[in-house]
């Protein structure tokens, strides 16, 4: 075998690509050919350094829930019950919109790592949410079925007030974990965008309203009488502003 | 679509989403871009699934990645055509090595900045061969190149890593 010919066969030597027959041929050639021998221990250490030094990059979980969303949607919208099927339109508009915004993934966020990374798990609870069954254990659009269904479940008795008549219906609430924290989950609705109201018990001191925006979605974040608050929502940030202060002003 | 496609898709696809999402990173070189290409893929696949064959399920699933890709870049380009201040090429730049570890991952770096200057074709098959370990059969597939072309490509693309990398090698 000749060099010329042999170095047309070293990338395919190399990637066990030969059948026994050639790859004795070539063997037998680099044993008396220094630099065919050499050559085919530079593509061993290329192939070596880009198969341990290239990186794989794991799916991001925000991409494979919005892929199982997709699979799930078609399954509901056999379905006709009709609060049911409300909440199940409200979720669908949910998913398009974050389907169609091409940037919800896991971002980081540029302040302080132990809020960015909450504000992270807000934010993936939220889109979770926007998957159809997701969205609430209890679907009411009366305060007084959803607030006692908080009752037990979770170490503190979430604000549920009713905001009708200032264009927030009601949808619902359900029970949610977020970075270790059991959250009382209350849904609201204002059009066809939706609002999530996470709140839970924590001893840190008062803290008033402050947001946080990622790719489309907006955090409201606020402390009040040992509760923990965020609001999140892909409604415009002025109507989610005027919906933490009518719901902070609320009883 | 039925249960037994949901089920099917979640048999086929699913398990293989993360050498979708890495052969997708490669080729776009940008994560939002690559999250969109994938999602795009999935739907494409969930369309196809009935008509999915017994076979590798992995490399039916990395031609469609591969097509959206494609799709998303040429988007992409004729955008940039119009808009050329937004062309800029993102590439990690080389972090100056002071110990032993932030040379492994300046080496690291140098890699990653070797493949992603790599143009497209050469970068596809490279990825396909030393990331997902698929063999040149299955790299034919993905691409729809012939198998000769593949195997010139492959060694088009490793004489050019060898040259961008040769002076690490030298100094290592």
């Keep these: 075998m000749s060099c010329t010919e042999c170095l047309e066969l070293l990338g395919p030597y190399v990637d066990g690509e030969l059948t026994d027959a050639r790859r004795a041929e070539v063997a037998a050639h680099l044993g008396g050919c220094a630099d065919c021998a050499g050559r085919v221990e530079m593509l061993t250490g290329l192939t070596q350094s880009l198969r341990e030094g290239l990186v794989r990059y794991p799916a991001p979980d925000l991409l494979e829930a919005r892929i199982r969303a997709s699979l799930e949607e078609p399954r509901q919208s056999s379905r006709t019950t009709t609060r049911a099927s409300t909440i199940a339109r409200f979720a669908v508009a949910g998913v398009l919109i974050a389907v169609a915004s091409s940037a919800v993934t896991a971002v980081a966020i540029r302040h302080g790592a132990r809020d960015s990374a909450l504000e992270q798990a807000v934010l993936s609870s939220h889109i979770r949410s926007l998957m159809p069954g997701h969205l609430t254990d209890v679907a009411s659009n009366n305060q007084h079925n959803v607030k006692p269904w908080f009752n037990g479940r979770v170490d503190l008795s979430p604000t549920v007030p009713l905001l009708d008549s200032l264009g927030f219906p009601l949808i619902g609430g359900r029970l949610d974990y977020v970075a270790s924290h059991s959250a009382a989950v209350v849904v609201y609705a204002r059009r066809q965008h939706l609002i999530n109201v996470y709140s839970w018990p924590t001893s840190r001191s008062d803290a008033p309203p402050s947001t946080v925006s990622e790719h489309g979605y907006h955090l409201v974040h606020w402390r009040a009488s040992g509760v923990e608050l965020w609001a999140v929502s892909d409604l415009g940030l002025p109507e989610l502003d005027a919906f933490v202060a009518t719901f902070r002003g609320a009883r | ?172």
Excluded at chain 2, 99 to 122: C, G, H, K, N, W
Aim: aromatic share 4%; charged share 30%; glycine share 4%.
């Design chain 2, 1 to 172: 679509m039925s249960q037994r496609e949901v089920a099917r898709f979640e048999q086929i696809v699913l398990p293989h989403l993360d050498d979708a999402y890495t052969f997708a990173r490669y080729l776009l070189r940008d994560e939002h871009d690559a999250q969109d290409a994938v999602q795009e893929a999935a739907l494409r696949a969930l369309r196809h699934v009935g008509g999915y064959r017994d076979g590798d399920a992995r490399a039916w699933l990395l031609a469609i990645v591969r097509n959206c890709c494609l799709t998303l870049q040429h988007k992409r380009r004729d955008h940039e055509a119009r808009h050329p201040d937004d062309a800029i090429e993102m590439l990690p730049s080389r972090a100056p090595a002071t110990d032993a570890r932030a040379i492994r991952s300046s080496d690291r770096a140098l890699l990653e900045r070797a493949v992603a200057a790599l143009p497209t074709e050469f970068r596809e098959v490279i990825v396909l061969r030393e990331v997902h370990d698929l063999s040149y059969k299955e790299i034919s597939r993905v691409t729809g190149a012939p198998l000769g072309t593949v195997m010139s490509r492959l060694a088009r693309a490793r004489e050019r890593l060898a040259i961008a990398l040769r002076p690490t090698q030298e100094a290592g």
